[in-house]
């Protein structure tokens, strides 16, 4: 390697002990380097015991474990929900969320910084897209994520306060940043590193069909979350302005061959916005357009961001959208919100682009 040092985050267990054996060393010893970083939570090399000392320089001096940044940390006052705007090597900024759930944590971790995709109620798709994030960049927030919650966890605190679940729900879209995404994924995923299981990881697309697809052929056992807010065309494509691209009927015949093909539900996200989509006519329209497909309805009253003027829908009306729903044999849950007064809800994260 040449230039500066490289992220330990961007490598895969595998690739770390081809790196290894290719300088010389046994491969083995990425065993111990692996563990030293993911599972012993370690920010640098020096300290690792039992290695060649020519191996710990060399680590040290091609890769660094980096962790990012935090800019700026926010805490919610209710205590469930801690917001971090991190800052990436090339001083871009992204911003992560750490909520408490009954019975687990869980961090909502980004993708891009900013997005493309142009959801007009979403704040990050008001920012505009600046750039992809790397498989490392990835991984790092959830790893970061670990770190701030080991001290507690060596304190004996209780299992709902350890990290359970990952939700790639941030900034971005990560169907847009496939590769990267994928390879975080199998990073997560690794059982000797941070172990997070396939089923705890989801990944949330505002409908990218290609990816959609390549996720069922690649057997990618992740959960599918698809935003989709809205049951015909024209409603969809005023709210989110890749459904021109990719239309609602290709997306729902996506979703069913992924279904298929993978033997398991997709969920589906609807932001619940009120006079607009959470009307009895939409959801009657939502019944029809997913009958016979695995699915579960996520409601989630919309979060307020600046470049929007909609409001929440309210209780009544969410309360009576899920009974409509129930009425078409959908499973449907009306989603905590959290975070709020922080702006970590979701479509709220958003830094200054530039």
Not at 123 to 129: H, I, K
Not at 133 to 146: D, K, R, S, T
């Amino acid at each position: 390697m040449a230039g500066p040092p490289h992220s330990f985050f961007d490598l895969t267990r595998p690739d770390l002990a081809a790196l290894i054996a290719s300088w010389g060393f046994k491969p083995v010893h990425a065993d111990r380097v692996w563990s030293h970083i993911y599972v012993g939570g370690a920010g640098n090399f020096e300290d690792l015991t039992g290695l060649p000392g020519r191996l710990r320089a060399r680590l040290a001096a091609e890769l660094t474990p980096a962790f990012p940044m935090v800019a700026q940390e926010t805490a919610s006052a209710d205590g469930f929900t801690r917001k971090f705007l991190l800052a990436l090597a090339d001083d871009r900024r992204v911003e992560m969320v750490l909520m408490r759930f009954t019975g687990r944590m869980t961090a909502c971790i980004s993708s891009q910084v900013g997005c493309a995709m142009g959801c007009v109620f979403c704040a990050t798709g008001q920012m505009g897209f600046t750039r992809h994030l790397a498989a490392g960049e990835i991984v790092a927030q959830v790893m970061h994520a670990a770190r701030v919650l080991r001290p507690r966890a060596r304190g004996g605190i209780p299992a709902d306060h350890r990290l359970r679940n990952v939700v790639l729900m941030g900034m971005g879209e990560p169907l847009h940043n496939y590769d990267a995404v994928m390879r975080a994924v199998d990073i997560l995923r690794d059982p000797n590193g941070p172990a997070i299981g396939a089923r705890q990881i989801t990944l949330s697309t505002v409908g990218v069909i290609p990816g959609i697809v390549r996720l069922a052929d690649e057997a990618r056992p992740v959960q599918l979350a698809v935003s989709l807010h809205a049951a015909t065309q024209a409603e969809r494509a005023a709210l989110v302005p890749v459904a021109a691209r990719w239309p609602l009927d290709a997306l729902i015949e996506a979703c069913r061959y992924y279904a298929a093909k993978r033997e398991r539900r997709v969920f589906f996200e609807w932001a619940l916005i009120a006079g607009r989509n959470d009307t009895p006519e939409q959801a009657r329209a939502l019944g029809r357009l997913l009958r016979g497909l695995p699915a579960q309805v996520n409601l989630i009253p919309l979060n307020p961001t600046t470049g929007y003027d909609g409001a929440p829908a309210d209780r009544t009306a969410a309360r009576r959208f899920q009974e409509i729903l129930a009425g078409h044999g959908l499973p449907c849950t009306v989603r905590q919100r959290r975070g709020l007064d922080i702006a970590a809800g979701c479509g709220q994260l958003a830094t200054p682009k530039g």
